[in-house]
């Protein structure tokens, strides 16, 4: 299964919203050049505040861009950037990943899927009524979660609207993305 970036969006300040940009740098072990959320250790502010050594796992945001779609036959308008995300993707299923899964993007660029990304009030701040869109139970009860997908960088590079996603899967049995 192979995607594409439809674009890319990074802001160096703390806001819900981030601007697209022409293109982003990924750092390896870091996340995207200059924003808010590259580093080490966690920098989402309620995971600061639990334990501000924890690692990141949420280097990377990536939603797929037909949520949009979905979302707008609700009567929501989405664009890229607009949910926090740095990666908008189109034609792979990145909710269906397993954890590990290698994204290979553009000419050298690597992330690994570290799981889902949980949800918060901040998605109803933008659009009222958005998050019951974007979280919800399935027929068994379960919690789905469609607001995207988490990652770390492997491998660092340039990332361009219009970059090929092509993906690994690991070996061994395959774990389903949970919240992180």
């Given at each position: 299964m192979s995607g594409r970036v439809t674009a890319v969006s990074s802001n160096g300040e703390y806001s819900f919203t981030k601007p697209n940009r022409d293109s982003i740098r990924l750092l390896a072990g870091l996340g995207v050049e200059g924003d808010?959320?590259?580093?080490?250790?966690?920098?989402?502010r309620s995971r600061?505040?639990?334990d501000p050594t924890q690692p990141n796992l949420r280097q990377v945001h990536l939603i797929h861009e037909e949520l949009f779609a979905e979302v707008g036959e609700e009567g929501?308008?989405?664009a890229p950037g607009d949910l926090g995300e740095n990666l908008t993707t189109r034609g792979i299923d990145l909710l269906g990943l397993p954890v590990g899964t290698l994204l290979r993007i553009g000419d050298t660029a690597?992330?690994?899927?570290?799981?889902?990304?949980?949800?918060?009030?901040q998605i109803d701040n933008f659009q009222d009524g958005l998050l019951k869109q974007v979280v919800g139970r399935d027929e068994a009860g379960n919690i789905v979660r469609k607001a995207g997908i988490m990652s770390i960088v492997r491998e660092g590079g340039v990332v361009r609207p219009g970059d090929p996603i092509e993906r690994e899967l690991p070996s061994g049995p395959h774990r389903p993305l949970d919240r992180v």
């Open positions: 808010v959320h590259a580093g080490v250790t966690v920098k989402h600061v505040a639990q929501f308008k989405v690597v992330l690994e899927v570290t799981g889902l990304r949980n949800p918060c009030l």
